[in-house]
Nanobody
């Protein structure tokens, strides 16, 4: 089992920044990749970014590329999402997720087997 706890959400004006954190615990040695997803009101949950836990390779959704940065601190078992240049359309509940197996498409939800409870990010115009 892997436990995930997000923090760092809040209310920010458009153009501002936030940094989300996801603390991991439990059998973190089994994690091969971690990701961030988000769900806006009335919309389906969508992929934001992922990072390979050992090699550090990253991949982003087009909607956040150049504005968001995913990173991890292996020593602290913590995942981060630095969000700059926030827009009102970034408003959503943000979830971190962990994968203990490899999948051909790590942008889909079913490629992850552990999820956090989510943290709200609200961007005002």
């Amino acid at each position: 089992q892997v436990q995930l706890v997000e923090s760092g959400g809040g209310l920010v004006q458009a153009g501002g920044s936030l940094r989300l954190s996801c603390a991991t615990s439990g059998r973190t040695i089994t994690v091969v990749r971690m990701g961030w997803f988000r769900q806006a009101p009335g919309k389906e949950r969508e992929f934001v970014a992922f990072i390979n836990w050992s090699g550090g390779g990253t991949y982003y959704a087009d909607s956040v590329k150049g504005r968001f940065t995913i990173s991890r601190d292996n020593a602290k078992n913590t995942l981060y999402l630095q969000m700059d240049g926030l827009k009102p359309e970034d408003t959503a509940v943000y979830y971190c997720a962990a994968a203990t197996f490899w999948d051909v498409n790590m942008t889909r939800q079913r490629a992850y087997d552990y999820w956090g409870q989510g943290t709200q990010v609200t961007v005002s115009s």
